[in-house]
């Protein structure tokens, strides 16, 4: 006799998530490494100001909302910010995923309690579902949106919301919801670097690109 | 032999007070985690159950579970239960062996048609039917014999209900649980490697007070199978903290942190054992420092190690990250001297064109 | 490298700290008590409350206690190994506590009760008590004559 939940879980934990960490460090590498190989061209004008550290600082700087633009788009950029920290919260500061992390890797952290951890995954969730409603609400920003952007942002829920009901046993067997937990994760894994999920590793060279250009021209970031 | 002497007369026998067999009841609601109020019907219904024929098959099994079970008889009233069935046939306890043996199996099945019940331990080899035989008998055929005159069926350990340590990856027997062979009797499966003793006899008490009793989707009883040993864990406080003992020998472990990191499989295993618990209440293995194994659960010994946490993969994921590194990185490079190349082809292919050329074009279309 | 003597001690030391550990499930309980009471005194209905239904460890013993506190009965019940049945502080609130004879515990109630009915006579019980009284009775009046 099989509990088909717990093939589920094992199957996502095993084969599948196999495949998916394939996926996603093959595919983050081949496009991090294909753009470092590609390069940019040489400028060969005199450097008037210092890019290196310019584009260095603006790694950092562009984590500040640039002056007005909270209050353009309040929930875009507040939704962003909640999101992204609660999302990371979750992710790295919950023991059982950071015992995964030190299975793939063997680095490992102190975690967090129970309440931050699902106060984060609640507040996350919720500014998610704001981002999702700004996005479909606002006519420009609608038709910017492709279906890959809501495909992105709503797997990008789907492993907080179903590690949220598989913790909390809100409904559903246990080992089922977990199961769609790891699913979800392994899902959002394989279509990571194919999306602008990569932005997650490529803002940094973006950022560092474009300051250090303004940096070469003198300007301060 | 099962022409019924009911339990009150032999608890006189015995010179237990009716007292003594309250609070027995009283004890034993608890146990079957049923409502108080339900104490008086279970004293009733003890009081006229009568005592049914039961046979006992051991198949692929270490019979750690009949070990067990004979240790759920400390409080003699249990033992009394225990007389309370007639033990027709059980190999490894009966004092009859051989054909003799055989022959109280067949006279019980015989006299009790339709009446009996069947306790299974171990799991049933199914690729060659020499694997596990009795008395010349495959297991197959001897399960499919005893269970057609069964009222029910009770498989004790994971072995019986699901195939347990028998089945494990690679499965060498072929080794099946008593459900996937019969299909037409009500099973009540019982499992754990093994089951805690006195849950073993509740739910014998269970079958012989009030029949079948409520089963999950597994076949367990409810009443013990019904919420996560994690869940009622002692060590649950230190989780919901996020404290987390990081070796058998830490501070953390020193502490009673939570076992998870060191592959408890708590979470995903229902058992009372954080509750009833082991050796007459003594303490269960959390409480003894070593996580949950899981052995309540189907496939417990293909769940991905059992020093793994639950949250770690559970397959060839470490040469399949090396690979992916290597791979992303050859591809990524190819990829990239790939394009360039066509950059600079793209580059030396670009003829320049001016103003002139481009005007000259125009007015000769 | 530590010595047998002083991982012991440290054995004790957890034990104790599981023992003391409170899960918060006595303020619960001691609200499902009054609770219980106010049915006790509005229509005489008893309630009986399994401790080994949820987890209650010796930390929420100890609240419970401290709340309740000693009553003025305590009683001991020698059948098949003890029980203690006492009144606490609370009256109408009975703790009765189950031991099998090795003296491990069984299960816990608190039963919010006039009178828990473990500690009546059974009619059964009285009537072996009859039956052995005449016999008794009648033995002596055969020793004596």
């Not at chain 2, 003890?46 to 270490?62: D, G, K, M, N, Y």
């Not at chain 2, 490894?92 to 331990?121: C, F, N, P, W």
């Not at chain 2, 006195?198 to 409810?222: C, N, Q, S, W």
């Not at chain 3, 987890?55 to 609240?63: A, C, L, N, Q, R």
Request: hydrophobic share 45%; proline share 6%; net charge neutral.
């Amino acid at each position: 006799m099989n509990n088909p939940y717990f093939d589920l879980l094992m199957f996502a934990r095993g084969p599948l998530f196999d495949l998916a960490l394939l996926v996603f460090v093959a595919g983050i590498l081949i496009r991090i490494v294909e753009i470092l190989v590609l390069g940019r061209k040489k400028d060969f004008s005199k450097a008037k100001g210092k890019p290196v550290q310019q584009g260095i600082k603006t790694i950092f700087t562009r984590t500040l909302p640039r002056p007005g633009a909270i209050k353009a788009n309040p929930i875009t950029i507040v939704g962003g910010y909640v999101f992204h920290i609660g999302f990371f919260i979750a992710f790295l500061l919950f023991v059982p995923h950071i015992a995964l992390i030190e299975a793939l890797t063997g680095l490992s952290w102190p975690g967090v309690g129970r309440v931050i951890i699902e106060s984060a995954t609640v507040i996350a969730v919720i500014a998610g579902l704001a981002l999702l409603y700004t996005r479909w609400k606002d006519p420009v920003r609608r038709k910017l949106t492709t279906w890959v952007d809501y495909l992105v942002l709503i797997l990008s829920l789907l492993p907080l919301i179903t590690g949220y009901v598989a913790v909390n046993k809100l409904f559903g067997d246990p080992t089922f919801m977990m199961a769609l937990h790891i699913l979800s994760v392994d899902i959002l894994m394989i279509v990571f670097p194919f999306t602008k999920l990569m932005h997650a590793f490529t803002f940094a060279m973006a950022r560092y690109y474009n300051g250090s250009i303004q940096g070469r021209k003198g300007a301060e970031s | 032999m099962s022409s019924s002497p009911l339990l009150p007369k032999m608890m006189k026998a015995h010179g237990v007070s009716r007292r003594s067999f309250l609070k027995y009841c009283a004890s034993l609601t608890s146990l079957m985690a049923l409502p108080p109020a339900m104490a008086p019907r279970i004293a009733h219904a003890l009081e006229t159950a009568p005592r049914p024929s039961v046979i006992w098959l051991s198949f692929q099994e270490c019979t750690g579970c009949t070990e067990a079970i004979t240790r759920s008889s400390a409080p003699s009233l249990e033992e009394l239960i225990f007389d309370s069935i007639s033990l027709d046939y059980h190999h490894t306890l009966q004092a009859a062996s051989g054909y003799a043996a055989e022959q109280a199996r067949e006279e019980a099945m015989k006299e009790h048609h339709g009446k009996y019940l069947v306790i299974v331990d171990g799991s049933i080899p199914l690729d060659e039917p020499g694997f596990s035989a009795i008395a010349g008998i495959s297991n197959l055929d001897m399960l499919k014999e005893t269970a057609e005159g069964a009222a029910a069926i009770v498989s004790v350990g994971t072995c019986a209900a699901y195939g347990g340590l028998p089945q494990a990856n690679p499965n060498p027997t072929g080794a099946v649980a008593v459900s996937d062979i019969i299909k037409d009797k009500p099973i009540i499966n019982v499992p754990g490697c093994p089951p805690i003793p006195m849950v073993m006899t509740a739910v014998l008490a269970h079958y012989l007070t009030f029949g079948i009793p409520d089963l999950d989707e597994l076949g367990r009883p409810k009443a013990f199978f019904a919420e996560s040993i994690h869940d009622r864990c002692y060590r649950r406080p230190f989780y919901d903290k996020g404290l987390f003992a990081e070796s058998f020998d830490d501070a953390g472990a020193r502490a009673g942190w939570c076992l998870y990191k060191l592959g408890c499989k708590g979470p995903t295993t229902k058992s009372v054992c954080a509750t009833v618990k082991w050796n007459d209440s003594t303490s269960f293995p959390i409480e003894a420092g070593h996580g949950c194994l899981g052995c309540t659960e189907p496939d417990f010994w293909d769940n991905g190690g059992f020093y793994k946490p639950l949250s770690a993969p559970a397959g060839e994921y470490r040469r399949m990250g090396q690979a992916a590194l290597v791979a992303g990185v050859a591809a990524g490079i190819g990829g990239g001297y790939l394009a360039k190349k066509n950059k600079a082809k793209a580059q030396a292919d670009h003829e320049t064109v001016d103003a002139f050329t481009l005007e000259k074009e125009e007015s000769e279309s | 490298m530590r010595n047998s003597s002083n991982s012991r001690a440290d054995l004790v030391q957890l034990k104790e700290a599981v023992a003391n550990l409170p899960t918060g499930n006595a303020p619960p309980i001691l609200s499902e008590i009054l609770e219980a009471l106010g049915r006790l005194v509005d229509r005489a209905e008893p309630t009986v409350i399994d401790l080994g239904a949820i987890p209650f460890t010796g930390g929420d013993e100890k609240v419970l206690q401290e709340v309740l506190g000693n009553g003025e009965v305590n009683a001991v019940l020698d059948a098949m190994g003890e029980s203690h049945i006492q009144e606490t502080g609370i009256p109408g609130v009975w703790r009765v506590d189950h031991s099998d004879p090795k003296g491990e515990v069984q299960s816990r109630f608190i039963e919010i009760t006039f009178v828990p009915d473990i500690l009546k006579t059974q009619s059964e019980d009285a009537l072996r008590g009859q039956e052995i009284l005449a016999e008794r009775l009648s033995e002596r009046l055969r020793a004596t004559n």
